[in-house]
């Protein structure tokens, strides 16, 4: 019957999320991959390593900082949904319409309107509305990126924030409170302070932020470890910070943060005082601290894994054992791309994630070619089928390849060069 027609269309344009129904549009891009992600919560699955990373953090703002009757000043959110507006992950932070990072290939759209977060940002000004002055989000947040050992499209946040009154920030220099020291003037933006902050009061937040911030990573990593600060752009700081550790001897970011645009503060209904934010990646502190060798190992099953996490006391050292080493198997793939089409390389890793699940550690551009004349353009890329947990079989892999070079055409419109 029509009714029955209709209803069916009905089912098929939406979405079901968290009890919560979408209706799908031209943005809507979530694979079912993903949305078998959405409420695993490994940051609060008991033992797990994020779960872990998650408590000695909370150990370490929990010694630090104590609050007025003994209780801990910064509070803990750590089941606050993914599902947020663009204006949540966006606009409340001061992205401008034109940024980069509101491309639709950049981050998971439910629909025109609500995305999965691609930050814990995008919870700052709800929090801050809601009259709290010092928070830790913890959250899982999602990206479509590129495919290797240090990249999936969801991985784990912590945000954190803090406010100050002019009272609070000052007392700490002076002993006594304000004497004579403004958080505001009518002044202008340099690099160093926004126009609307006095140079004492940017001084002071960004000098507290670095302080709280480097604290935490001699915590976490013990004093010996090398830092350095990066100067970065945020749309919703000033000025902006990345702190990077000396790891294998390589510079590796870790965090985000910096003094947060009094705009913000100001729509949130606190604009008498002033505040830091930062954004840290757990997955990436967890591999470092933990020696863990490949991001997918943190969606692994697999008891080998889990039962190294498990101990009584969280800040017991763990260094992760691997897992036998299994073969890699290697397969290229080189397709034509129509002249005049365009060809988004992400469209492309979905697709394989989509298909190969974890039987690819990682896919690499290895050779780009435009014929002369037709203009026609071919692209190599080099998979590397290697699963953590198993070794893969040459028959299961090539199964697998060919269904990706036939979802290549079928799906992103190229064509195979055999
Ligand atoms: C942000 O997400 C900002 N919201 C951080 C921030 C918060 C800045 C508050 C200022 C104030 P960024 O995209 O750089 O910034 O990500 C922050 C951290 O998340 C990175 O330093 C890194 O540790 C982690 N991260 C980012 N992308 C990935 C990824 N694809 N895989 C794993 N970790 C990632
Ligand atoms: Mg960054």
Redesign the pocket.
Known sequence: SEEGNEERQKHVNTLELFGQTYVQDEWTNIPATVVDKLGRNLHNQKHHPLWLLKERIKDYFYREFIGRCHKPLFSVHDTILPVVTTQQNFDS?LVPPDHP?RHHGDSYYVNAKHMLR????AH?RELVSTGLDAFLLIGD?Y?R??VDR???PV???V???RLFSSQQLFASVTGSGPAGLDLFEAGTRTPSKQESHSLEAAHLVASNLQHTLKGLVHFLFGTSVETRWVP?T?P??HP?F??EIKFDNAWL??????V?EQKILHAAGAGDRVA??????????AMVLFAIPD?RLFWSNDARFSEQFKVDDIHQPIRFKPLSPYPPLINDMSFWIPSGESFDDRDFYELVRTIAGNMVQEVKLIDEYTQPGSGRHSRCYRLVYRHAERTLTKAEVDLVHRAIGDAVETQLGVQGRG
């Open positions: 932070l990072s691609a930050h814990t940002s700052q947040v990206r990126d590129t240090s990249h999936f991985f784990h946040q945000e954190g924030m970065c945020f919703f700081t902006s990345e702190l970011e870790v965090l985000g943060c910096g947060t830091w934010a930062f954004g840290l990646g757990l997955e990436r502190l991001i």
